[in-house]
């Protein structure tokens, strides 16, 4: 990595897209090294930078990208991040968004926990951010962000959550929340132990959501087996007699393709995929009433 991909992704409280120039969040060290394919996403007709939203007396840092003249309010995503926190790639797709004429909003929901760029293995971030990171806050984080939203430029009937990996769990999880209106879920886990932190995964709210989820897998996911999408398609269908929300879901799963395809600057990267994803997403909200 050069210097700049190896700046800690907190260099975007420092720095912001609204005066004209960035330095960037950076990426953080345990992600693996930056591929070539990385996708840049420019600042142009832009406004985006780190705002510090408030959770109580809290202030919890996010990124912030929406178009620079903007007519009317905007339509809402909130982008929920992997394990690695708001780095580079995702503060590059909350620009990708705003493009698109969304507010979009990356919440650092690890940030009372700490910073994952100070460890050097995915292990070491899972022990020491993720399992400190309980859903009721990341949900509770969650609202506060779309409570600011509302509060400077967005428009709160048209609310999505999309989110990669750890993120694509928090995707299922909030669309259960009644401001969400669509959610989508990139590769985020379906099934697991049940924790005091984690105390139910998504087969289990099946049955609560009240906004449809696009969820987007890869059939050659070590981590996260088909089987477990199995489980999930056969909760929603359970649900789906009493639940309009649950009765739309759907699942799209690709062949022979990898967990965190979607990830440009990662080895897991598939183009294919990740653009026909992409595509499906904005349709997805499109269709939903989001966009």
């Known amino acids: 990595m050069n210097q700049k991909t190896q700046n800690s992704r907190r260099n975007f409280m420092k720095t912001s897209a609204i005066g004209a120039t ?3 969040v950076g990426f953080v060290a345990a992600s693996e090294p930056v591929m070539a394919a990385t ?12 705002q510090m939203i408030p959770v109580g007396s809290f202030q919890m840092p996010a990124y912030v990208s929406r178009p ?6 905007l339509p809402i995503i909130i982008v929920a991040s992997e394990i ?9 797709v909350t620009r990708r968004f705003a493009k698109l004429g969304y507010l979009a909003i990356a919440p650092e929901f690890f940030t009372r926990a700490g910073d994952p760029n100070t460890y050097g293995t995915t292990a070491e971030i899972q022990k020491n951010i993720v399992a400190k990171t309980p859903d009721t806050q990341v949900l509770i984080d969650l609202q506060a962000a779309l409570v600011w939203a509302g509060k400077n430029g967005g428009d709160l009937k048209r609310v999505g959550v999309t989110g990669f990996c750890w993120g694509g769990r928090i995707t299922w999880l909030s669309a259960t929340l ?12 379906l099934i697991g132990e049940k924790t005091e932190g984690n105390p139910r995964h998504p087969v289990d709210i099946a049955a609560e959501l009240k906004a449809p989820v696009l969820g987007l897998y890869g059939g050659a996911d070590a981590g ?7 489980q999930m398609r056969a909760a929603l269908a359970q649900a789906a007699p009493k639940n309009p929300a649950a009765k739309a879901s759907q699942f799209e799963v690709y062949p022979d393709t990898p967990h965190a ?11 294919g995929p990740a653009k026909d994803g992409w595509e499906k997403c904005l349709a997805w909200f499109k269709k939903l009433g989001v966009a």
């Open 261 to 271: 395809f979607h990830a440009d600057y990662r080895a897991t990267y598939r183009e």
């Open 22 to 24: 960035a330095i960037g």
């Open 68 to 73: 620079e003249k903007a007519k009317g309010s």
């Open 39 to 50: 996708i840049e996403t420019d600042f142009i007709g832009l406004k985006a930078g780190e």
């Open 224 to 230: 996260i087996s088909l089987e477990s999408v199995d």
């Open 178 to 189: 009644p401001q969400v209106r669509a959610g989508v879920a990139w590769y985020g886990r």
């Open 84 to 92: 690695f926190g708001v780095h580079e790639y995702i503060a590059d």
